[in-house]
């Protein structure tokens, strides 16, 4: 097994005033030749956002991106004619292939909003937009990893166009759960969003990252309550 850690204090930082970002990989004003990707995970970006303010409409080209709230209503709009607000529990992603344009912003006055975006390389160029998202069942949540993306529209979760598999879970303290990777020659990319927890002989806290490869199964050891968001990915695209 081969592996990379990203402590939470060794992201990059932006504070533009009403937004306060965090990037694991190289984005914007970042730029670390040694942390741009791992694999065909592009970007995971911790963002927090001022109430009644976000992200004017922009494009993007040939990326797939997945939003995850984590606190507050998103709302999103899009040039696809797409209009919704979204929550923690939701999931939502944008395939942008040959080209879409979509604004961000915090639905409410009185609280912030805070998110992950998350941006995959495709395996596909140039393939016609689309827009999606889910409700999970939180209950589904406890004590498992529950698949929230895959690359095949009738399996759990959403799809998308690449040959990754991302799945959340939220663990009590004491157990201990084990992840197989689908595919042997893809990586692992472990982001814990919150508590303590052990794989191998790393600890992990609260917004570490912990790339993983050449492993066939990885094995977390919950020393606090956790909620962990697990993103298999293909090593090369």
Not at 12 to 28: E, I, R
Not at 55 to 72: A, D, Q, R, T, Y
Not at 183 to 199: P, S, W
Request: proline share 4%; net charge negative.
């Amino acid at each position: 097994m081969q592996k990379i850690i990203h402590r939470a204090s060794s992201r990059g930082q932006a504070d533009h005033g009403w937004l306060k970002s965090y990037h694991t990989f190289s984005f914007a004003n970042y730029y670390d030749p040694s942390r741009m990707n791992f694999g065909v995970l592009r970007v995971l970006n911790d963002d927090e956002v001022a109430p009644g303010m976000g992200f004017g409409k922009h494009p993007h080209k040939n990326m797939e991106i997945i939003s995850i709230p984590l606190e507050g209503d998103l709302e999103h709009s899009d040039s696809m004619g797409n209009t919704a607000v979204i929550r923690e529990g939701d999931i939502q992603t944008m395939s942008a292939g040959t080209g879409v344009s979509h604004s961000e912003r915090n639905k409410n006055r009185d609280q912030k909003v805070k998110f992950l975006q998350i941006w995959v390389l495709p395996n596909k160029l140039n393939v016609t937009p689309r827009y999606d998202q889910i409700t999970l069942e939180k209950d589904k949540l406890k004590d498992q990893f529950l698949q929230i993306i895959s690359p095949d529209p009738g399996d759990d979760g959403i799809w998308i166009h690449q040959q990754a598999w991302f799945h959340l879970g939220e663990f009590s303290e004491g157990n201990s759960v084990s992840y197989t990777l689908k595919n042997k020659e893809n990586g692992l990319y472990v982001f814990l969003l919150e508590g303590t927890c052990q794989v191998g002989d790393e600890i992990l806290n609260r917004r570490d990252g912990l790339g993983i490869w050449e492993a066939d199964t990885v094995t977390f050891e919950i020393n606090a309550s956790s909620k962990i968001l697990l993103m298999e990915v293909p090593m090369a695209n």
